[in-house]
């Protein structure tokens, strides 16, 4: 080869990477301006986005919580970031997050499924339907579950009774260190699955303690980095394992609820429903009868709705407690002022509701908790159901939506010390409790949890009742400093693991 090809050659080659190099600034600059408005208007300012990336390189899907807060004291309470190619516009701070949900809920109180969560249920049940049957589902569902107790004194006796399950099965570790995980669990979960099956389960049985594993693993998965990138660039990331895996146990809890479901099914009587599933299917019967046939009333929506109930009514409750009973091993003071409040107020007797007012210490306690785990930092996706200008801000029709709830329970504007556990802030001067409007870890508007008044009702009851009966201290070797309050990431911030122990005091 001469001289003359080998210029020619590389000649070529170098007029080819200019070119390719152009069309890459090409591509960069038009899918830049994709992301920046096409109209003569004002949307929510951001990071600067990258073509399809977005602001992954910005952002900690670890803790996208912590990227979001930290935008958030940048940008302001509306802006926008990208996940991959994903638009999504985030509220912040306690008033914009209000505005939004509760004075604007027609225009984001729409959901916004997660690709895996919706290919999994097909727009049926609670979490992750929208239109009629979203609220047909909706509806029945606030009606039975009021129906079966939530909220009422049947309720509360089966969450007493609950109490004492629990009660033994911590007195079993005879004061040495153990996770408190899978009791605290099945305790929790016993609750709804008396309501929506009838009927509580004992801790060792094998069926039932796999449907609680089950359930909890998949709400993990749910919140991992290889899930979060499978949602940004679906058919790429199909392949993942956890995407495998969630199929696979999704997939085993839905034959084992089917399996309850079929069982009841044999034996409801119209007359006397027993549970949730027992007025579903006579609601549908009934349907059945008088020849609707498109009705919202079906076994897909009977099996995800329940499923729905089932995972909602474990797990935010669930990781409520064990957060409970770690941060006060972590603050023994704070464990100390609530159990001498319990000894002076309730004595050797079992805890009630109605002993709430009377605590007002106890039930500052537990809100703090809430306000400071703050488990469910975004709430589920909305989305918009119209264009709309919000606080001089463009957001256009169909737009993802996160409302950043960690941001309300830990806006500076709103409580003394965000960052702190400091129970003073729901206690006035008299030391008598005071309700705070930014307290919303159930979120807000016609998308808040439909379960909050037995969620209350548990924390209260199961938190009260065991400080009645335990002290909790750290695992052996372990001090209070060293207690650690990093989360365990998933689709809710639960506790890492750890070890705790529950010391008899009655």
Known sequence: MGTTDVVFIESTNSVFLVMVLIVLILIFF??????????????????????????????????????????????????????????????????????????CDEVFGERQPLHIADEFSQGHGLFWSNGDSWREMRRFALTNLRDFGMGKRACEDKIIEECQYLIDIFKKSKGEAFDTTQPINCAVSNIICSIVYGHRFEYDDSQFTTLVDGTSRNIRILGSASIQMYEMFPSLFKWIANRKEFFKTAAANSKQNLAIISHLKETVNPDMCRCFVDAFLVRKKHLEEAGITNSHFHDDNLLITVMNLFSAGTETTSTTLRWALLLIAKYPKIQGEVQEELRRVIGDRQVQVADRKSLPFTD????????????????????????????????????????????????????????????????????????????????????????????RMELFLFFSTLLQHFRFTPAPGVSEDELDLTPSVGATLGPSPHKLCAVSCM
């Not at 038009?30 to 992954?56: D, H, M, Q, T, Y």
């Not at 940008?75 to 999504?88: E, Q």
């Not at 801000?393 to 169909?398: D, L, S, T, Y």
């Open 30 to 103: 038009i899918s830049s301006s994709s992301f920046s408005s096409k109209r003569n208007v004002k949307e929510p300012p951001g990071p600067r986005a990258f073509p399809l990336l977005g602001n992954l390189l910005q952002l900690d899907l670890k803790r996208l919580d912590i990227s979001l807060m930290e935008l958030f004291k940048k940008y302001g309470s509306v802006f926008t970031v990208y996940l991959g190619p994903k638009k999504v516009v985030v509220l912040a701070g306690y008033r914009t997050v209000k505005e939004a949900l509760v004075d």
């Open 364 to 455: 500052a306690v537990i809100h703090e908790i809430q306000r400071l785990s703050s488990i469910i930092p975004t709430a589920l996706p909305h989305k918009t159901t119209r264009d709309i200008t919000f606080q001089g801000h463009f957001i256009e029709k169909g737009t993802t939506v996160f409302p950043f709830l960690t941001s309300v329970l830990h806006d500076p504007n709103e409580w003394e010390r965000p960052h702190s556990f400091y129970p003073a802030h729901f206690l006035d001067k008299e030391k008598k409790f005071v309700k705070q409007d930014a307290f919303i870890p159930f979120s807000a508007g016609r998308r808040v949890c439909l379960g909050e008044s037995l969620a």
